[in-house]
Nanobody, 116 residues
Framework: QVQLVESGGGLVQAGGSLRLSCVAS????????MGWYRQAPGKERELVAL???????SIADPVKGRFTISRDNAKNTVYLQMSSLRPEDTAVYYC??????????WGQGTQVTVSS
């Protein structure tokens, strides 16, 4: 059974930093694209960052220069380092895994709240 377990969310003041972690109980982790999405209240879920199986990194424009994504295949873990946080970064952040071909998997989400 595939499980993605996020941690590291919380309440932080604007300008602060957080690091999210996602541990994946998944076979062939290194063959999966791993990423982070977020969903703010009343908004659609949006891609934040993606680290593909071939080590291609994509960062969404709203967070470019502030967020970085990394992965440790030996630990089946993907990270999202968030710096210079803004109130508009407040959202539930979801870990994402997909192998091509194959199913996509989601974590349960972790809340990030940035106070002004």
């Amino acid at each position: 059974q595939v499980q993605l377990v996020e941690s590291g969310g919380g309440l932080v003041q604007a300008g602060g930093s957080l690091r999210l972690s996602c541990v994946a109980s998944i076979r062939f982790f290194s063959s999966h694209h791993m990423g982070w999405y977020r969903q703010a209240p009343g908004k659609e879920r949006e891609l934040v960052a993606l680290f593909t199986a071939s080590a291609v990194v994509s960062i969404a424009d709203p967070v470019k220069g502030r967020f970085t994504i990394s992965r440790d295949n030996a630990k089946n873990t993907v990270y999202l380092q968030m710096s210079s946080l803004r109130p508009e970064d407040t959202a539930v952040y979801y870990c994402y895994a997909k192998r091509v071909p194959g199913n996509a998997y989601w974590g349960q989400g972790t809340q990030v709240t940035v106070s002004s």
